[in-house]
């Protein structure tokens, strides 16, 4: 079946312009998961979304790092006034959720965000 | 002290040779673990995950150590396309209703597997 798709692929932007983020997850899946990876380095945790509970926004970075998701469908990550820090690979992932021990998570291909 | 440690590595290794990563966590209440693996510019894909007992999956295998705090990944005969970065996933900490925790990934082990 289908997996994580994520879109745009690349992104090339101006500092301070906004950008938006989509991921679309596996259906069914009530988590997703948004992750920032810099070059050479680990996955930096940023929002969780599990069913229709409060997202866990705890791992944003700066006012400027939103995120929704409608149900349990389509997610946006929007970056407002970019700035060249925030370049890197935006990972989504989304798995079972709640009530899964051995919860593994599927990830998109992401999105890899330059900020000239 | 991180909550999720790794030798970023590289370990550098023969075909055919047995390699051992370990990766320390530092929160006891940790429940679950996992390893992915991460090829070059790619998504992180699952492993396998961390059983209680120790797990084995072909010529991987798996060990958990909560006493100590850490898990183990354990690769033998190892192949060319074993190259691939290491992730050790902890589940512990932020607690959200239902049960369910935040991911913790370490850094990554990088593992060069060559001829």
């Known amino acids: 079946g289908a997996g994580v798709s994520q879109s745009p692929s690349n992104k090339v932007t101006e500092k301070g312009k906004d950008v938006e983020l989509r991921c679309d997850p596996i259906?069914?899946?009530?988590?997703l998961y948004w992750y920032r990876q810099r070059l050479g380095q680990g996955l930096e945790f940023l929002i969780y979304?599990?069913?229709?509970?409060?997202?866990?926004k705890s791992g944003l970075p700066s006012d400027r790092f939103s995120a929704e998701r409608t149900g349990e469908s389509v997610s946006t990550l929007t970056i407002q006034r970019t700035q060249q820090e925030d370049s890197a690979v935006y990972l989504c992932?989304?798995?079972?959720?709640?009530?899964?021990?051995?919860?593994?998570?599927?990830f998109g291909p992401g999105t890899r965000l330059t900020v000239l | 002290r991180k909550e999720v440690e790794q030798d970023p590595g590289p370990f550098n290794v023969p075909e055919g040779a047995t390699v051992a990563f370990n990766c320390t966590y530092s929160?006891?209440?940790?429940?679950?673990f996992f390893w992915y693996r991460q090829d070059c510019r790619k998504e992180p894909k699952l492993l396998m995950s961390?059983?209680?007992s120790g797990n084995e999956d072909g010529r991987f295998t798996a060990q958990l150590n909560r006493a100590s705090q850490y898990i183990s990944l354990l690769i033998r005969d190892s192949k060319l396309s074993d190259s691939a970065t290491y992730l050790c996933?902890?589940?512990?900490?932020?607690?959200?209703?239902?049960?369910?925790?935040?991911?913790?990934f370490g850094r990554g082990t990088s593992l060069i597997v060559h001829p």
């Open positions: 992932a989304s798995s079972y959720g709640q009530g899964y021990l051995y919860n593994e998570q599927f």
């Open positions: 259906s069914g899946h009530t988590a």
């Open positions: 979304f599990q069913g229709n509970s409060a997202p866990d």
């Open positions: 929160n006891s209440a940790s429940q679950s």
């Open positions: 961390v059983y209680s």
């Open positions: 996933v902890v589940e512990s900490g932020r607690a959200l209703s239902g049960g369910s925790y935040i991911p913790t």
